[in-house]
């Protein structure tokens, strides 16, 4: 009977915890569209965002495209089917590993600092300040990171897309021996408009949950340096779970059409 | 101005506020002083709505505090936060005239700039602070930007939380001055909490003590002394022994 209490108490746990972020969730998402607006937030946002995880995407971007045609080709060996790297890498990178390493990143990179940056506002009372000043802490926290996430994530996934593609066919070309034209003529015909669209449509979601995440976390954070440091560690497990399973069900969704 | 009625406040089992009484007339300063935990804090954010009350009411100018346009409502106040809770990606004259920047008050950029660099002049900062970052100042130097924040919008009402927290006796003393000055010159309604008692003395026509969720004393400044409240006495000289607990 213990037992069975303690799993109850647990399994409601997990209810109340899913109705805050989604009751969060939806108040970010009706504040989208009434005023006042911060720009000169949301431009900071876009920038710290978009512009500035670049290199971070970049890079793992082009060593995920190297490794995965140097995989494919070491695979692809064992039944005479080397020749299918470039398709395998285009489709691996923009269907999948693009979207998914790409919010991975941001939520190490952007949750972690949106999480921490708000919670140590909320610890030093400069939320409170904030809403002495008559500003709502929702709009001008939440609503800037969390609209320039949706913006700035489907950007960042497409450039991920393209230079893990790159990274691919340098690999190809460099030492696997395969012809330079042939490998993007190949890649492009492959790739289908729907291959896109699911691509940057998992980024917008994943950069929602990313930014969102960060934003909750931050906001609901305890007290003193280990309130600060439980609200970053949840807020980036949150957000990579959250990311993990969006993925699932967005890819069942796309190529279910 | 601002009149509490039977305010009560719990966190969980604690009981912090248990049917608060307390009335601030408009233009006098009056000074909460009580021990660490004793909800002074709280009751000032119960005021702005910071903390909901579990009961009782709050009334300024006879209006709920509760009932109405909060911003409205906020916009008559300032507030000097213990840490300063001045925001560390804002420049300094940014954060003076954040209000002035946005929101009902807004200015054009360049007189909130102005404003903010003469309420840095009447905190004693010169307007070379203006563009540098709060992480960049003193303890001292952020207290005074705090406070030219608090006033920046020229409020009817001023709370002041733990104004000299953390600073040396002379900056107290300058910080205490200028809490005093700045009050007589705007003819603000002010609250502070301390427990500095040369703070209460500097600041405060009327003190009211905080003890076990209840406002224990309450009068002018000039009665504090020969109160005969034992709770009073033993604060204010500081006794270990006395009707107040201290943990040894």
């Not at chain 2, 719990?10 to 009056?30: A, E, I, Y």
């Not at chain 2, 002083?33 to 000032?44: D, M, P």
């Not at chain 2, 000097?80 to 804002?90: P, V």
């Not at chain 2, 004693?124 to 705090?146: F, I, N, T, W, Y």
Request: with cysteine; glycine share 12%.
């Amino acid at each position: 009977m213990t037992a069975l209490a303690t799993l109850g108490r647990a399994v409601l746990g997990v209810l109340a915890a899913i109705g805050r972020v989604a009751i969060f969730a939806l108040r970010t998402i009706t504040f989208f569209v009434r005023p006042p607006f911060y720009i000169r937030e949301f431009s900071h946002a876009l920038l710290h965002i978009g512009w500035l995880s670049l290199p971070v995407v970049g890079l793992t971007a082009i060593f995920t495209g190297a490794a995965l045609a140097l995989q494919i080709y070491a695979g692809g060996a064992r039944f005479n089917a080397e020749a299918v790297v470039p398709q395998i890498v285009a489709i691996g990178m923009v269907r999948e590993l693009g979207p998914v390493l790409v919010g991975l990143m941001i939520a190490a990179r952007v949750t972690s600092s949106i999480a921490a940056e708000i919670a140590t506002m909320k610890v030093t009372e400069q939320i409170d300040a904030l809403i002495t000043l008559s500003t709502h802490p929702m709009k001008y926290l939440t609503v800037p990171r969390v609209l320039a996430a949706l913006i700035a994530v489907p950007f960042l996934v497409g450039v991920g897309d393209v230079i893990g593609i790159f990274g691919g066919y340098a690999v190809a070309t460099g030492t696997l021996g395969f012809n330079a034209a042939a490998y993007i003529k190949n890649t492009v015909d492959f790739l289908e408009p729907l291959d896109v669209v699911s691509s940057l449509t998992k980024g917008a979601v994943f950069g929602f949950f990313a930014a969102l995440m960060g934003c909750y976390y931050g906001m609901t954070s305890g007290r003193g340096a280990m309130g600060v440091g439980a609200a970053t560690k949840g807020s980036v497990e949150a957000a990579a779970v959250l990311i993990l399973a969006a993925n699932f069900v967005l890819t069942g969704v796309f190529f279910s059409l | 101005m601002i009149r509490m009625e039977g305010v009560r406040k719990s966190f969980g089992s604690n009981h912090v506020l248990r049917g608060l009484d307390l009335d601030v007339p408009k233009g006098t300063s009056m000074v909460i002083i009580g021990g660490s935990g004793t909800g002074k804090s709280v009751a000032l954010k119960c005021i702005l709505g910071l903390v909901t009350p579990d009961a009782g009411r709050i009334l300024v100018d006879g209006q709920d505090a509760a009932a109405g346009d909060h911003d409205a409502f906020l916009a008559r106040f300032g507030m000097l936060f213990q840490g300063g809770a001045l925001f560390d990606s804002l420049p300094v004259w940014q954060n003076v005239a954040f209000r002035l920047l946005r929101g009902s008050l807004k200015r054009p950029r360049e007189e909130a700039r102005a404003i903010a660099v003469e309420k840095l002049r009447r905190v004693g900062l010169k307007a070379d602070v203006a563009d540098r970052l709060p992480a960049e100042l003193s303890g001292g130097m952020q207290k005074r930007v705090g406070l030219a924040r608090a006033i920046a919008a020229e409020p009817e009402i001023i709370f002041f939380d733990e104004p000299t927290t953390g600073l040396d006796p002379i900056m107290s003393g300058v910080i205490n001055d200028l809490i005093r000055e700045i009050v007589v010159e705007m003819g603000a309604t002010a609250i502070t909490i301390t427990h500095d008692m040369t703070s209460v003395r500097a600041i405060a026509d009327t003190v009211a003590m905080l003890h076990d969720g209840v406002i224990q004393w309450t009068g002018p400044v000039s009665q504090m002394d020969g109160s005969g409240d034992p709770y009073l006495d033993q604060f204010i000289h500081g006794r270990a022994e006395g009707p107040i607990e201290a943990v040894r």
